[in-house]
């Protein structure tokens, strides 16, 4: 009976490792979308959300069958939770990505000089994005809190971005309902660091039954 529930066990992290690459791929097609200009790229990213919801769907079936038809323990309840509520993080973190992708494609291939800050910040949401995955997967409590730490690293990207912004207005280098946009589209980016924190914090009850919000 163990062997099977483990063995569900190792197909619920793989899902979740699988709904994990759907969200990478959909931000990183995002900012390659902004930063080219690339509105094709963009408007197919709506295909990649909607396979993190088919996948949202999928795991969170195979964890009330692993609540329904085992006896899970402590802690194998704790994961199963977990993952419940950390998929929930990486559906919006998809929708995050389409509502930045459909900004992109208002713009119309409007490229914005100085895109450097935004697209470092992707990069940086990214990270955290696989980091709070991997960490949930191999159980690892300093990955989980190294993630929740490199928040405060996006939020410094935001606050830079956003003064960025307003010297670009000030200099007329874009107008306003571009500026707009290209806030909107950092605020995004500090809002996907933020599900990763939340996914992390998942990680870290999983593991030790504290949950920082409890």
């Known amino acids: ?23 990478e791929e959909a931000i990183s097609n995002a900012v390659k979308a902004l930063v080219t200009g690339d509105v094709i790229l963009a408007g197919s990213i709506k295909e990649k959300d909607n396979a993190i ?10 964890c009330m069958k692993l609540l329904l038809h085992q006896q899970p323990v402590a802690r194998d309840l704790r994961t199963i939770s977990a993952a419940m509520k950390l998929i929930t993080d990486m559906e919006r973190i998809g929708d995050q990505a ?6 992109v494609v208002f713009l119309d291939g409007h490229i914005v000089d100085n895109m450097e800050l935004i697209e470092e910040m992707a ?12 960490a949930f ?21 935001f606050l830079r971005v956003k003064r960025g912004i307003i010297s670009l207005i000030t200099d007329q280098a874009v107008n306003g309902e571009v500026a707009l946009d290209l806030l909107m589209i950092s605020k995004y980016f500090e809002r996907i660091g933020d599900h990763a924190t939340n996914i992390a914090e998942w990680v870290i009850y999983s593991i030790t039954g504290m949950h920082k919000g409890a």
């Open 98 to 103: 389409d509502d930045i992708a459909e900004i």
């Open 123 to 134: 990069q940086e949401t990214i990270k955290m994005v696989t980091n709070s995955v991997d």
């Open 137 to 157: 997967v191999i159980k690892d409590i300093a990955l989980a809190q190294q993630v929740i730490e490199q928040d405060d690293i996006v939020d410094d990207y």
């Open 53 to 62: 919801d088919q996948k949202e769907r999928d795991i969170e079936n195979r």
């Open 1 to 23: 009976m163990r062997n099977r529930f483990d063995e569900q066990l190792f197909e619920l992290n793989r899902e979740i490792i699988e709904m994990g690459a759907l969200c």
